[in-house]
């Protein structure tokens, strides 16, 4: 006990003093610490201990002070699949996969700026823990979880409230996300959801003899309809893009319709073209509306991205889908997730992870970029929007 109490007194110490930049007796200046920074500062794609795109780790949910604009938080669990497990694994990955990302060479010419070194402080706020040992509590840790980082301050004016990019896991992640969302910002979510499969599925849809539970990863927006979280107005529907899952029947449509969805097929971009999925997109879903975007890997075809738990043959590639992000880019969104990376069924390349790391870095591009705009937008101050 007495000692525990002196080691507590020397941290203590330590501490004070490093916070006065003394050590030993030695007052570091400003000018020697950004030399440290200039000489020592610096990772290669390969160095470092795997946050995404090389930012600072902070453990927001122990550091509640910790201001951000914009943050990654890793959500490792995949106990509410149903087909490959393994996607607690996923946000590992995907951080690692991010490695090539770099603020020094962030620019992003698709966008024509570099979201790490603009307005928006970003940081990865590590992984949220997740019992892989009962659903209940997971789904509590992650929606207690999500709400908590939601109400952190943000540093930017432009930024009113702090956006998450959440890293999954499984599918089940998202309906934690929009009930922190509506707690957070006191309505309705619009959803658009890039997945081959429809993810509104009645959990009774499911072989049910035994009793089946509503929280899996098919059913969260299900759920979400029914908890009231997504709008029944025919005016904010919500809109899947890339679907081509097989069906129980023209039902699961009408029942995904009655839930108040819109439906794109991976096939429609034959027809379309990319512009054509993109306007479909902007049109039903409008700029000003709060859109939650949630991106299932399984949206790209399996020989872009073979690494996730319920593939399915003839999507988009990677090129593709890219393309579209950058053309919604004009959406508010509040709030982003990938999921379903699941790295054991990837290829030593990493394609899964690489294209996953690729479009977190897209979203957090039109975030940051979408901030931009409200500056420039006269008369309209950013703190006006949700
Ligand atoms: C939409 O309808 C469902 C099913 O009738 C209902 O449970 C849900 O609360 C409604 N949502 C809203 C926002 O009113
Ligand atoms: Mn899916």
Redesign the pocket.
């Known amino acids: 006990m007495k000692s525990a109490t002196l080691l507590q007194l020397l941290m203590l110490l330590g501490l004070t003093i490093a916070c006065n930049h003394q050590h030993d007796g030695k007052e570091w200046t400003k000018e020697e610490i950004d030399e440290l920074e200039a000489k020592w500062g610096y990772e290669w794609g390969f160095e470092g201990i795997g946050t995404f795109a090389h930012l600072n780790h902070v453990k927001c949910l122990t550091e509640p002070m910790e201001d951000f604009d914009i943050a990654i938080i890793g959500a490792p669990f995949d106990k509410a699949v149903t087909y490959r497990p393994g996607a607690r694994f996923g946000p590992r990955a995907i951080r690692y996969a991010s490695g090539r990302q770099h603020s020094l060479r962030g620019f992003n010419p698709r966008a024509n700026i570099n979201p790490y070194q603009n307005w928006a402080k970003i940081i990865d706020c590590g992984d949220i823990p997740i019992t892989p040992i009962d659903n209940n509590i997971a789904q509590t840790q992650m929606t207690e979880a999500l709400k908590q980082l939601g109400k952190h301050k943000t540093v930017s004016p432009l930024a009113p409230k702090p956006k998450l990019v959440t890293l999954g896991g499984d599918h089940s992640l998202t309906l934690p996300a929009l009930r922190a969302l509506n707690e957070i910002y006191g309505k309705?979510i619009q959803v658009l959801h890039f997945d081959a499969h429809l993810d509104t599925w009645n959990p009774n849809a499911y072989p049910s003899y035994w009793g089946t539970t509503a929280f899996n990863h098919g059913s969260m927006f299900w759920l979400a309809?029914?908890?009231?979280?997504?709008?029944?107005s025919s005016f904010e529907p919500s809109v899947h893009a890339g679907l081509r899952t097989r069906l129980t029947g023209e039902i699961d449509n009408n029942d995904d319709t009655a839930?108040?969805w819109k439906r794109f097929s991976a096939d429609d971009i034959d027809t379309l073209g990319t512009q054509g999925i993109i306007h479909n997109i902007m049109e039903a879903l409008g700029t000003d509306n709060p859109v939650y975007l949630s991106v299932d890997i399984d949206v790209l075809d399996p020989a872009f991205a073979p690494g996730t738990g319920t593939p399915e043959a003839g999507g988009w590639s990677t090129r593709e889908f890219i393309r579209i992000l950058r053309g919604i880019e004009g959406l508010n969104l509040v709030g982003a997730d990938v999921v379903e990376v699941s790295p054991a069924y990837q290829g030593g390349g990493e394609e899964t992870s690489v294209a996953a790391a690729q479009i977190v870095y897209e979203l957090i591009t039109s975030m940051v970029k979408r901030g931009l705009d409200n500056m420039g937008k006269e008369g309209k101050s950013s703190k006006d929007e949700l």
Do not use: K, V
């Not at 309809?225 to 029944?232: A, C, I, K, P, V």
């Open positions: 309705t309809n029914q908890e009231g979280l997504l709008s029944n839930q108040n």
